[in-house]
Antibody, heavy 115, light 109 residues
Framework: QVQLQEPGPRLVKPSETLSLTCTVS????????WTWIRQPPGKGLEWIGC???????IYNPSLKSRVTVSLETSKNQFSLEVTSVTSADTALYYC?????????WGQGTLVTVSS | SALTQPASVSGSPGQSITISCTGT?????????VSWYQQHPGKAPKLMIY???NRPSGVSSRFSGSKSGNTASLSISGLQAEDEADYYC??????????FGGGTKLTVL
C-alpha cells in the first residue's frame, strides 16, 4: 500500500527557509492531491496547503505569503518550503495524501526554529 | 476559523460517547466533506471517518459519523481502553481550503 516517508528532524534559524520533501512509495504521485499539515508541540492540527497532479496549489490564507508546495513527479516526491520562519513555525510537519480527507500520513518531521 | 470541538470527553468501558464538531454554513454545513482522525501520543493521525459518515476499510464499526446543520459528530460505541486518544475533525471550506477542529481528548475511565 502507499506509504509516505519524511526526513529526520530539522533545526532552522529564524528568518531562514524551511524545506521538506515527502517521498511516496507503493503508488504513483500522479494521482490524488498531496497535502502538508503541521502540529505545534502540544497543540492541534493546522492545514498548510496542497498540490494537485497538475501542479496547481491551494494554501492556508494565514500562511500563503510564505509557503510553496510543489510536485516532483519524476522522483515521486512533493515538497514544502516556508520562508522567513519564526519560533511560531516550530512544529511536527506531516505530509499526507488527499484533498479534504487525508490517508495515509507520513510519520512526521519535527522542525525546530531556533538560533 | 478553526472548527469547535469540546476539549475533553470521557466514558467508561462499554459505554458510548459522542464528540461534536461545530462550524458554519461555509464549511461543515455547506459540504458533505467532514472527516475524523484518531491520534495516539507520539503517532501520526489515523483516518477514522471520511465524507461525514464513511468508514475506511479496517476501521472498527464501533466508530460512526453524522452531521446535522453546521455540526458534525463522531460516535464511538462499546468504548475500549485502546480508544483513549485525541480526536480531530476537519472540513472542506468555501474558500477551497481545509479547516481542522481544535481536537478532543478522549479519556476511558
Amino acid at each position: 500500500q502507499v506509504q509516505l516517508q519524511e526526513p529526520g528532524p530539522r533545526l532552522v534559524k529564524p528568518s531562514e527557509t524551511l524545506s521538506l520533501t515527502c517521498t511516496v512509495s507503493g503508488g504513483s504521485i500522479s494521482s490524488y492531491y498531496w497535502t502538508w499539515i503541521r502540529q505545534p508541540p502540544g497543540k492541534g492540527l493546522e492545514w498548510i496547503g496542497c498540490v494537485s497532479t497538475t501542479g496547481s496549489t491551494i494554501y492556508n490564507p494565514s500562511l500563503k505569503s510564505r509557503v510553496t508546495v510543489s510536485l516532483e513527479t519524476s522522483k515521486n516526491q512533493f515538497s514544502l518550503e516556508v520562508t522567513s520562519v519564526t519560533s511560531a513555525d516550530t512544529a511536527l510537519y506531516y505530509c499526507a495524501r488527499g484533498r479534504h480527507w487525508f490517508d495515509p500520513w507520513g510519520q512526521g518531521t519535527l522542525v525546530t526554529v531556533s538560533s | 476559523s478553526a472548527l469547535t470541538q469540546p476539549a475533553s470527553v470521557s466514558g467508561s468501558p462499554g459505554q458510548s460517547i459522542t464528540i461534536s464538531c461545530t462550524g458554519t454554513s461555509s464549511d461543515v454545513g455547506g459540504y458533505h466533506y467532514v472527516s475524523w482522525y484518531q491520534q495516539h501520543p507520539g503517532k501520526a493521525p489515523k483516518l477514522m471517518i471520511y465524507d461525514v459518515d464513511n468508514r475506511p476499510s479496517g476501521v472498527s464499526s464501533r466508530f460512526s459519523g453524522s452531521k446535522s446543520g453546521n455540526t458534525a459528530s463522531l460516535s464511538i460505541s462499546g468504548l475500549q481502553a485502546e480508544d483513549e486518544a485525541d480526536y480531530y475533525c476537519n472540513s472542506y471550506a468555501s474558500s477551497r481550503t481545509v479547516v481542522f477542529g481544535g481536537g478532543t481528548k478522549l479519556t476511558v475511565l
